[in-house]
């Protein structure tokens, strides 16, 4: 059956970071909702537009649209041995909606690590993030910097800091987790599959943690 990891937990934590490193070790896709968003607004698409408008705000892009972008996602081929999400769900609709989608296409959620560190971790942490332009590789200025200031280790793309990440929006997106993300904590501590990360050490000790539980 196909498995899916569900990567929780609040803006500027880790995920992204910890999502591309699993994605190689473990060969599932890497789908992150925040870059399908950014990757339509690119592309000039309706879809990229609306979430626009509802991201520079620090709020979350309503549910219907938001599923129906996964929903679209996660049914294309390089998803059919399952995938880490990123992002996704990120309320009790989308997280209802996910367990839908699964059964129809014969897959199911693995297990949920749920990865944590204080405010002001996360918000020192999205506040020095730089992205890269192209693919989205994730940077940060004190903690993981490129090798050359401005400019994608990986592709050599240009670095961006996204407009949702000066520190007034990222308060807010914290706000935003609190109220409509942390019910999907006990959703999934109930359903037994949450794992608990300490995520304020560092990147490799994060993985490595991450890397344990997918073995069992
Ligand atoms: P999220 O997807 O949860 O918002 P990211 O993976 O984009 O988080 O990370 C947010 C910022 O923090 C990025 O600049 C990233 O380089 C940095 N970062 C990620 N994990 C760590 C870590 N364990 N220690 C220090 N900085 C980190
Ligand atoms: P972070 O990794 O720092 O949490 P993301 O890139 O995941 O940031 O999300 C950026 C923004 O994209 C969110 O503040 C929200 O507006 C929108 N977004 C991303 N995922 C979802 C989702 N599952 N539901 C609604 N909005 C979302």
């Known amino acids: 059956m196909a498995t899916f990891i569900v990567l929780l937990g609040p803006p ?12 190689e070790t473990s060969k599932l896709a890497h789908v992150s909702s925040g870059d399908l968003f950014r990757e339509n607004f690119k592309n000039e698409t309706e879809l990229g537009k609306l979430a626009k408008s509802f991201m520079d705000k620090g709020e979350l892009v309503p549910d219907d649209v938001t599923i129906n972008m996964i929903r679209e996602r996660i049914s294309r081929p390089d998803c059919q041995a399952g995938a880490i999400l990123d992002g996704f769900p990120r309320t009790p609709a989308q ?6 989608m699964l059964a129809e296409f014969g897959g ?5 690590p749920y990865i944590t560190a204080e405010e002001s971790v ?3 942490r999205a506040s020095g993030r730089w992205t890269c332009r192209a693919q989205g590789h994730i940077y940060h200025e004190k903690f993981n910097p490129p090798k050359q200031v401005g400019i994608c280790d990986v592709d050599g793309s240009d670095l961006y800091q996204r407009d949702d990440d000066k520190v007034e929006t990222v308060t807010k ?12 904590v006990e959703y999934y501590r109930k359903a037994g599959k949450l794992v608990e990360i300490d995520g304020s050490q560092a990147v490799d000790q994060v993985t490595a943690k991450l890397l344990a539980v997918l073995k069992k």
């Open 12 to 23: 500027g934590v880790g995920k992204g970071t910890q999502a591309r490193i699993l994605s």
């Open 95 to 100: 997280a209802d909606a996910l367990e839908k």
């Open 108 to 112: 199911e959620v693995g297990f949920v």
């Open 122 to 124: 996360l918000v020192e």
């Open 173 to 184: 997106r914290i706000r935003v987790y609190l109220e409509q993300t942390t019910p999907l």
